[in-house]
C-alpha cells in the first residue's frame, strides 16, 4: 500500500508549529473529503485512515460488485468483470475496497490540496490567535518591539504572534527600538477580514491596576479593593483603594517602605505622579483627599449638580490645580464632581479678579492665567517672569506688559 506521507509531501506543514499533530491530520482529512467530494460527487462510500504518529493517511473507496452492464453509480458501483480483475474470488453482490493512491491524483489536484490545506491551518491559527488573545484582554505582557512606525509599534509576543500598541495608546515620552523589551496591557481583540488584531496600551487605567497588582501582594489577594483609577498618562494618576481591614493601611501598603513598590511603577510610567487616596464615602473627605497634596479649609456640595466648592487659603490653589490643571482635573473625574476653588482671601478687598481687567488684558492671556490658578492680580504678582514662563505659553514680553498693568493697579 502507498500511504500518503502528507508531513513528507508538504514542506509547508513545517512551518506550522504551533498545531498539534492530532489537529493538523484533522485538517488533512477535512481538505482531502472536500476533493473526493468534488472528484467523485459523495464521501459517503469513502473510508480515510489517518495515522498521526507517523504523519500518512490511506484513503479507501468502498463500492458494490454488479453484474457487467449494470453499473448505474460508478462511484458505489464496480462492474463484476472490472472486480475480478483486482480478485478472481470476487463475487456479485460483495463489496470491493479500492486505495486511492496519492499518483492517482492529478497535478491540480495536488496543487488544490496544497492551497486549501495552507488556506485553512492559517485560518485555524488566526482563530487559535484571536481565541487565546481574547481571553488575555486586561492582562500584562511583555513582547519584543519588532517594528517602531511613527504611528504605532509592532511587538512581537513570545510565539512571534503580532501585537499593535498605536501612538494614542503611547505614554508620551515612549520612545521604542527594534529589539527593545516592551510591557503593556491588551486592551481589545478584534477579527478584521479575518485576520485577529491584538490592540496593545501604556495608557488605559487598567495598566496601572495590573502593575500594582504585581508590586503590592495585598491587591493581588483582595485584602485591598482597588475602587477607581484616573490618569493622565505619563503626567498624573489618582488611585482610589480600600480596605476592609482595619489591621491594613491601603495607601501606606500601596506606596511601601520609603515608596519601595510605587518606585518601579512610576519608572515603568515615564515618571508618572501616582497619587494613592483612601477611599472613603464620605464625599466631602473624599475630594479633600482626592485634591492632596493642597490642603483644604472647607468644602461646600451642590448635589443636584454635582458640583462642589472647595475652598483653601491662596498659597494652596496651584498645588490643588497642579501641573497642566491636571490634579484638579483628575480630582474631578474620581469623585464625579465638578470642582470650583475659591480663596479664602477671596474676602480680601485689597486683591482685584482677573476679569476685571479684560479692557486691557486679552481674554485668552486672562485664560491662560487663570489656568495655573491665577485668578486675582496678586496671584499673578506672587510668581515671578520665570515661573510665569514655564507654568503657561505666554511670551516673556507678553507676561511683562501683564506685570506692569497689575501693579499700575495697586500703585493707584
Not at 508549529?17 to 492530532?22: A, G, L, Q, S, T
Not at 448505474?72 to 475496497?97: C, H, M, R, W
Not at 496678586?378 to 506692569?404: P, Q
Amino acid at each position: 500500500m502507498e500511504n500518503l506521507n502528507l508531513i513528507e509531501t508538504f514542506s509547508e506543514f513545517k512551518e506550522f508549529k504551533n498545531i498539534e499533530r492530532e489537529t493538523l491530520m484533522r485538517i488533512l482529512e477535512d481538505v482531502f473529503r472536500g476533493l473526493l467530494i468534488k472528484k467523485y460527487g459523495s464521501d459517503d462510500n469513502i473510508d480515510i485512515i489517518v495515522n498521526i504518529d507517523k504523519g500518512d493517511l490511506e484513503i479507501w473507496r468502498n463500492r458494490v460488485i454488479v453484474e457487467d452492464g449494470a453499473v448505474e453509480d460508478e462511484n458505489t458501483q464496480v462492474a463484476y468483470s472490472e472486480a475480478v480483475k483486482i480478485e478472481p474470488d470476487f463475487e456479485v453482490g460483495e463489496e470491493l475496497s479500492e486505495e486511492i493512491k496519492f499518483a492517482d491524483f492529478g497535478r491540480r489536484d495536488i496543487l488544490a490540496i496544497r492551497q486549501n490545506l495552507v488556506a485553512k491551518i492559517q485560518d485555524y491559527e488566526r482563530a487559535n490567535v484571536f481565541t487565546k488573545y481574547k481571553e488575555k484582554v486586561g492582562e500584562v505582557l511583555v513582547g519584543e518591539v519588532y517594528q517602531a512606525w511613527k504611528k504605532e509599534i509592532m511587538v512581537l509576543d513570545e510565539e512571534g504572534i503580532e501585537l499593535n500598541l498605536p501612538k494614542t495608546e503611547q505614554i508620551q515620552g515612549d520612545f521604542y527600538r527594534k529589539g527593545d523589551t516592551i510591557k503593556a496591557v491588551v486592551l481589545k481583540v478584534e477579527m478584521r477580514n479575518g485576520v485577529p488584531q491584538i490592540t496593545l496600551s501604556r495608557t488605559s487605567p487598567i495598566f496601572l491596576e495590573r502593575l500594582l497588582e504585581q508590586e503590592v501582594p495585598e491587591i493581588y489577594d483582595g485584602l485591598i479593593t482597588i475602587k477607581d483609577i484616573v490618569r493622565q498618562p505619563g503626567e498624573r494618576a489618582k488611585v482610589a483603594v480600600e480596605s476592609y481591614d482595619d489591621r491594613i493601611d491601603p495607601v501606606g501598603a500601596c506606596v511601601g517602605m520609603k515608596g519601595s513598590r510605587i518606585h518601579g511603577i512610576v519608572r515603568e510610567l515615564r515618571n508618572e505622579n501616582i497619587d494613592v487616596i483612601n477611599f472613603t464615602p464620605n464625599k466631602e473627605l473624599y475630594i479633600t483627599r482626592t485634591l492632596s497634596p493642597a490642603k483644604v479649609s472647607s468644602v461646600t456640595i451642590h448635589e443636584d449638580e454635582r458640583r462642589a466648592d472647595v475652598f483653601m487659603n491662596s498659597d494652596q490653589v496651584s498645588l490643588a490645580i497642579g501641573k497642566g490643571g491636571y490634579n484638579i482635573k483628575l480630582a474631578g473625574k474620581l469623585t464625579g464632581y465638578e470642582i470650583d476653588i475659591y480663596r479664602d482671601s477671596d474676602m480680601d478687598f485689597e486683591d482685584v479678579d482677573l476679569n476685571e481687567f479684560e479692557d486691557e488684558i486679552e481674554g485668552w492671556v486672562i485664560e491662560a492665567l487663570k489656568a495655573i490658578g491665577c485668578d486675582t492680580a496678586k496671584d499673578v504678582l506672587a510668581l515671578s517672569v520665570k515661573e510665569l514662563e514655564e507654568r503657561t505659553d505666554l511670551e516673556e514680553e507678553t507676561i511683562n506688559e501683564v506685570l506692569n498693568t497689575l501693579r499700575a493697579e495697586f500703585e493707584e
